[in-house]
């Protein structure tokens, strides 16, 4: 098979997604209304309910969903086969994700740019809304350690990257003062911006930077994820529009540029697929395929941290309730661009079916590395770039989506906690700065505390990163359901997909139970059971409304 066919069905099929599908969905089931006052209208204060031009806000909203997840994820399924991970990509971008992250953005510009966990409260319950807001501090617990463990091993293994991946910060908030300050063009702004970009990254090779082998006592390591987290607690009480929002929104532009040089590449190359449609020499210890790809593939087909984001930054920015489907919908497409170049790279970017082996030895290898390795070998066929410049390329690709999503991980950790303190009546927690310490400090204890002076203990918990994800997009699907079902609108659109999502999601956090049983592991077993009692109380809440809705129809 070669890599073209994969590269313009794909392709075909996320343009009919978006042109069609989500024009019906925006028109005939969430009726968006040019007319609706949305909260950065109502409650515009400069700081979080920021009315944003629509491009600049699905370049945040984009960024802060992409992250790392829609290439590790693909890339590591794709040792069942290429088909299944292929096949699952393309369906759930267009019928799961790009619904549930139009949707979640809707409901809470409908409901003041109220947290889908604050949502939940007032469409089910305040018992739901308890038991919700537990599930997702766990998950940015997850998220938000993890992609500091990833950035900073990224840096370690990729010294080039690290003048690129700061240096972005820099020009993303010039790019905020050109915008916002003094109101320069836009057009010329995101070329001067893009520009700078990769003038870094040409410029990284020549001056890679490296961390002492100790500073501070800390392994490099360790101090990495301690700078990362520094940079996230001052970033993430920032003014959206000084730094987050330029930084997505150039970040954005530049994986499109990233990813259509890489698309370019596969065109000039046409490089056939080595790997197998079903692989039926799997390694010893492969967990079975069904439910494991539907939550190993999480960010890039559907991903409950989505509507994290949805609900806690991007839907206080919109300006038009129209802007929604825009934002929403082709945000999933570009994760949907981005797990369908990580599955032609991890698929089609090695010489040889017994290279291809070589790499994805066990489960969960491959991955992030696979990418860098097979599209880096791509683009240099492709448009010549030197095999240093190119794996540089990818990885500050990488580093810069994962560092985008900690950030706004970061930001949101602090409205969790700014909630409790509102739904508590704790004071103290309703402060910014001091709702980011708590943030931060429990990432920071989780990242130490569990797992040593590395600081890698957030990747103790990881294994339960993809089904938590997932339960939590199901989660707010229900929530959404039930919304629809209120205005008298149709709800098998979103009512598939959460059947189906909670359903293989059930049943992979059951198998991951027993695992976690056999190897002792009571942290995760915990952890495991909390989560999954949680949400089965969530849906008992959810289930009871959905009835007396019917019921009153």
């Known amino acids: 098979?070669?890599?073209?066919?994969?590269?313009?069905?794909?392709?075909?099929?996320?343009?009919?997604?978006?042109?069609?599908?989500?024009?019906?969905?925006?028109?005939k089931i969430l009726k968006?209304?040019?007319?609706?006052?949305?909260?950065?209208q109502e409650f515009e204060d400069g700081v979080d309910y920021v009315p944003t031009n629509k491009f600049v806000l699905w370049g945040h909203h984009f960024t802060s969903v992409a992250g790392a997840a829609p290439i590790v994820g693909p890339a590591i399924a794709v040792i069942w086969g290429w088909l299944p991970a292929f096949l699952?990509?393309?369906?759930?971008?267009?019928?799961?994700?790009?619904?549930?992250?139009?949707?979640?953005?809707?409901?809470?510009?409908?409901?003041?740019?109220?947290?889908?966990?604050?949502?939940?409260?007032?469409?089910?319950?305040?018992?739901?809304?308890?038991?919700?807001?537990?599930?997702?501090?766990?998950?940015?617990?997850?998220?938000?350690?993890?992609?500091?463990?990833?950035?900073?091993?990224?840096m370690i293994k990729t010294p080039s990257s690290v003048v690129p991946v700061w240096g972005a910060l820099v020009v993303a908030f010039f790019i905020g003062q050109a915008i916002y300050r003094f109101k320069f063009n836009l057009p010329i702004v995101s070329l001067i911006g893009v520009i700078a970009l990769y003038a870094l990254i040409f410029i990284g090779p020549s001056v890679p930077l490296a961390l002492p082998d100790k500073v501070l006592g800390l392994d490099a390591n360790a101090a990495w994820i301690v700078i990362l987290f520094i940079y996230a607690a001052i970033a993430s009480t920032l003014p959206v529009w000084m730094l987050l929002q330029p930084r997505d929104y150039i970040n954005g532009l530049q994986l499109f540029i990233g990813l259509g040089a890489l698309y370019f590449s596969f065109l000039v190359v046409s490089p056939d697929i080595v790997a197998p449609a079903f692989n039926s020499n799997v390694p010893a210890g492969t967990p079975s395929l069904f439910p494991l790809l539907f939550v190993t593939i999480a960010c890039?087909?559907?991903?409950?941290?989505?509507?994290?984001?949805?609900?806690?930054?991007?839907?206080?920015?919109?300006?038009?309730?129209?802007?929604?489907?825009?934002?929403?919908?082709?945000?999933?497409?570009?994760?949907?661009?981005?797990?369908?170049?990580?599955?032609?790279?991890?698929?089609a970017g090695?010489?040889?079916?017994?290279?291809?082996?070589?790499?994805?030895?066990?489960?969960?290898?491959?991955?992030?590395?696979?990418?860098?390795?097979?599209?880096?070998?791509?683009l240099s066929q492709g448009i010549g770039l030197s095999p240093e410049i190119s794996a540089t390329m990818l990885t500050v690709m990488a580093a810069l989506f994962a560092g985008t999503t900690m950030d706004t991980g970061v930001r949101?950790?602090?409205?969790?906690?700014?909630?409790?303190?509102?739904?508590?009546?704790l004071n103290f927690l309703k402060n910014g700065k001091v709702a980011t310490l708590f943030a931060v400090g429990s990432c920071l204890l989780l990242a130490f505390g569990a797992g040593g002076i590395d600081g890698k203990g957030g990747m103790i918990i990881w294994?339960?990163?993809?089904?938590?994800?997932?339960?939590?997009?199901g989660l707010s699907l229900l929530i959404i359901t039930v919304m629809i079902l209120r205005q008298k609108g149709a709800i098998r659109y979103t009512l598939i997909p959460l059947v189906f999502l909670l359903s293989v999601t059930f049943v992979g956090l059951l198998l991951q139970l027993v695992d976690f049983y056999n190897k002792s592991n009571w942290l995760l077993?915990?952890?495991?059971?909390?989560i999954l009692g949680a949400t089965i109380l969530v849906c008992l809440e959810s289930f009871s409304v959905l009835k007396k809705e019917f019921k009153s129809k």
């Open 88 to 154: 699952w990509v393309i369906l759930g971008t267009i019928f799961f994700a790009g619904v549930h992250d139009m949707s979640t953005i809707w409901a809470s510009v409908r409901n003041k740019g109220y947290s889908i966990g604050t949502i939940s409260g007032q469409i089910l319950s305040k018992r739901a809304r308890s038991l919700m807001m537990v599930v997702i501090f766990l998950l940015l617990l997850m998220v938000n350690a993890v992609f500091a463990v990833v950035i900073a091993g990224m």
């Open 412 to 425: 949101l950790q602090r409205y969790i906690f700014q909630e409790w303190g509102e739904v508590y009546n």
């Open 300 to 347: 890039g087909a559907i991903s409950g941290f989505h509507g994290l984001v949805s609900t806690g930054t991007t839907a206080k920015q919109v300006k038009n309730e129209t802007d929604v489907r825009f934002v929403g919908y082709f945000g999933a497409i570009g994760e949907g661009l981005l797990a369908l170049a990580a599955i032609l790279a991890a698929t």
């Open 463 to 473: 294994p339960l990163f993809g089904t938590t994800n997932q339960l939590m997009a």
């Open 32 to 40: 968006l209304d040019p007319n609706f006052k949305t909260p950065s």
């Open 1 to 27: 098979m070669n890599s073209l066919v994969l590269l313009f069905v794909g392709l075909s099929a996320f343009a009919i997604g978006f042109f069609i599908y989500s024009k019906f969905i925006a028109q």
């Open 350 to 378: 090695f010489a040889s079916l017994a290279e291809w082996e070589g790499v994805y030895s066990s489960f969960g290898k491959g991955g992030i590395g696979a990418f860098i390795d097979g599209g880096g070998r791509i």
């Open 525 to 530: 077993i915990t952890l495991d059971c909390i």
